[in-house]
């Protein structure tokens, strides 16, 4: 059973379907629901969140309040369309100070129907200060105390969920970036591995001990990511820095100081750049970047380094190695590749044209021949 039929992003209207007809229900549902189709439609994203929770927020050492929810920038709940009485039993209050009947809009209804709202929220203590009761703006104030930094907080080995503070983390994704949205807060600190099921654009995401961020085709524009293990593929250029680009990952944006441990490949036509990274598998394997159509700048590389797949007549690279071993694969049969600084380098591709009139130090490997000390 759905609550929600649909939701109307430019009006800011929610719809409810008829199997909301005569029922009882907590706005907390119809909160869940509204999440879920919000990170599953995407034509609803690009809307500001449309309702927020909150709750389990302390009153005293053994009490806290109960969750409630609040309809942010106009929006309104719509019965569906047929006279019934719909009970509402907990608290569902607006951004702009109103509650329960006044969170619904039957203004669209047909002129025969009759619904009746019979709001019943729990009985909840109210805290009083010396200037009087708090308002909801002065509630939301001293939440938002909690994130004196402008950061949420994510632990996903957390059993319970928190409310997204430092001392009390939320424990899965939705949580985290819905609150954030919400409130305007564009920095997460990540405590455990992680997946991320929906979009999450320009962010700056922070790992707590190098956890790994599983990025699951999720749209990423135009965010930053620190100190983590980043796998799987994604849309959009990102920026990432000390991170660990595990084997699969998808290259795509700017890349400073990271270690590479596996295969990469270039988003087909993306554009990448990378400063003062490095192989960080041992021995005698090394890391791989499979260009494509795609165009790699790399500056003061360390470390083995394949490049892979150069095969479209508008491939560009660029590799600047400080030291180590570049080697272009068989596969790279077009565009254009420079391999420039101190290194060894061994030349297989078959099509593609290699320039290393500024390499240094390139050093024969097995019965290649290569000029020595090229200026």
Do not use: W
């Amino acid at each position: 059973m759905a609550l929600i039929d649909y939701i109307n992003g430019a009006t800011r209207k929610i719809y409810l379907s008829a199997d909301s007809v005569g029922i009882t229900f907590h706005p907390m549902e119809l909160y869940y629901e509204m999440r879920t189709l919000r990170r599953t439609i995407e034509e609803l994203r690009k809307y500001d969140v449309f309702m927020i929770a909150y709750g389990n927020i302390p009153k005293t050492a053994t009490s806290k309040t109960e969750r409630f929810v609040m309809m942010m920038d106009g929006t309104r709940i719509v019965p569906y369309d047929t006279s019934q009485v719909l009970t509402v039993t907990g608290t569902v209050i607006t951004d702009d100070g109103f509650e329960g009947v006044y969170c619904f809009d039957r203004s669209s209804l047909s002129p025969t129907t009759v619904v009746d709202i019979n709001y019943q929220p729990k009985q909840v203590e109210v805290i009083e200060v010396p200037v009087g009761v708090l308002t909801p703006e002065e509630s939301t104030a001293i939440l938002m105390t909690k994130y004196q930094n402008k950061a949420v907080y994510i632990n996903t080995e957390l059993a319970v969920n928190g409310d997204g503070s430092a001392m009390n983390p939320f424990n899965n994704v939705n949580d985290t970036v819905d609150f954030a949205e919400a409130n305007s807060i564009y920095t997460i600190y990540v405590y455990a591995d992680v997946t991320i099921p929906s979009n999450i654009k320009n962010f700056t995401v922070i790992g707590i001990g190098s956890p790994q961020i599983d990025f699951d085709g999720a749209d990423i524009s135009g965010s930053e990511f620190h100190n983590a293990q980043l796998h799987g593929n994604y849309t959009g250029s990102i920026k990432a820095f000390q991170c660990q680009l595990l084997d699969g990952f998808q290259l795509s944006g700017g890349f400073n100081g990271c270690a590479l441990q596996g295969d990469l490949t270039i988003l087909d036509g993306a554009g990448v750049i990378m400063v003062d990274c490095f192989s960080s598998i041992p021995g005698y394997n090394r890391p791989s970047i499979s260009i494509g159509a795609g165009l790699l700048n790399i500056r003061s590389y360390s470390g083995g380094l394949d490049l892979l797949d150069a095969n479209d007549v508008t491939t560009m690279a660029t590799v600047e190695m400080s030291q180590g071993k570049v080697r272009t694969d068989a596969s790279c049969t077009a565009g254009y590749i420079s391999v420039r600084g101190t290194a060894y380098f061994v030349d297989e591709a078959n099509g593609t044209t290699i320039d290393t009139l500024a390499l240094i130090n390139n050093y024969t490997l097995g019965n290649e021949v290569f000029a020595k000390d090229v200026p």
